[in-house]
T-cell receptor, first 114, second 113 residues
Framework: AQSVSQHNHHVILSEAASLELGCNYSYGGTVNLFWYVQYPGQHLQLLLKYFSGDPLVKGIKGFEAEFIKSKFSFNLRKPSVQWSDTAEYFCAVNAGTSYDKVIFGPGTSLSVIP | NAGVTQTPKFRVLKTGQSMTLLCAQDMNHEYMYWYRQDPGMGLRLIHYSVGEGTTAKGEVPDGYNVSRLKKQNFLLGLESAAPSQTSVYFC????????????FGQGTRLTVV
């Protein structure tokens, strides 16, 4: 069965610091990868996604992620975080025989200090 | 354009009571999902549906039932609520195109006392 792990449970950064959130998945075949963001009290929204082509994908609000197939990773990055980026971030995958459902990682809580 | 709508938004149940959560989507999506979100555990899939009249078990289906009688609606039922079912429940929908993302509702915060 596919699984998704995220390296950090809680990250605290000062404004303008750079961000990298780790995500690894367990499936060896073709995958579709997503990063979702959940702002406090809100529902999940898509940040970016990868399904083929350029392994460096750009999303909304200055976020980007790099798919490294050999490492089974899809890390999220942002060069300079803002207080408004405080949120929970979820990596997700659908793959292989489970294209009909998306498996989520446990999430990383990001707190940005002004 | 409402997207995915969940009702109710909040509910408090006593142990043993039953209730139904309703999810409605207006995007003509084939796939619909119910997840529960608990601190430190992310989103766990309860049940899902790939089309009207079909349902399947997800990761944590015990204690829940679902029905998809109409394409736009996906109901989640708790027959006999337990404190362990205290959680935030999210409904989502997506198209069969595996390259597309899921769209989420606002969530239902359920407390079982």
């Amino acid at each position: 069965a596919q699984s998704v792990s995220q390296h950090n449970h809680h990250v605290i950064l000062s404004e303008a610091a750079s961000l990298e959130l780790g995500c690894n998945y367990s499936y060896g075949g073709t995958v579709n990868l997503f990063w979702y963001v959940q702002y406090p009290g809100q529902h999940l929204q898509l940040l970016l996604k990868y399904f083929s082509g350029d392994p460096l994908v750009k999303g909304i609000k200055g976020f980007e992620a790099e798919f490294i197939k050999s490492k089974f990773s899809f890390n999220l990055r942002k060069p300079s975080v803002q207080w408004s980026d405080t949120a929970e971030y979820f990596c997700a995958v659908n793959a292989g025989t489970s294209y009909d459902k998306v498996i989520f990682g446990p999430g990383t809580s990001l707190s940005v200090i002004p | 354009n409402a997207g995915v709508t969940q009702t109710p938004k909040f509910r408090v149940l006593k142990t043993g009571q039953s209730m139904t959560l309703l999810c409605a989507q207006d995007m003509n999506h084939e796939y619909m999902y119910w997840y529960r979100q608990d601190p430190g555990m992310g989103l766990r899939l309860i049940h899902y549906s790939v089309g009207e009249g079909t349902t399947a078990k997800g990761e944590v289906p015990d204690g829940y039932n679902v029905s998809r009688l109409k394409k736009q609606n996906f109901l989640l039922g708790l027959e006999s609520a337990a404190p362990s079912q205290t959680s935030v429940y999210f409904c989502a929908s997506s198209s069969p195109d595996r390259r597309t993302e899921a769209f989420f509702g606002q969530g239902t915060r359920l407390t079982v006392v």
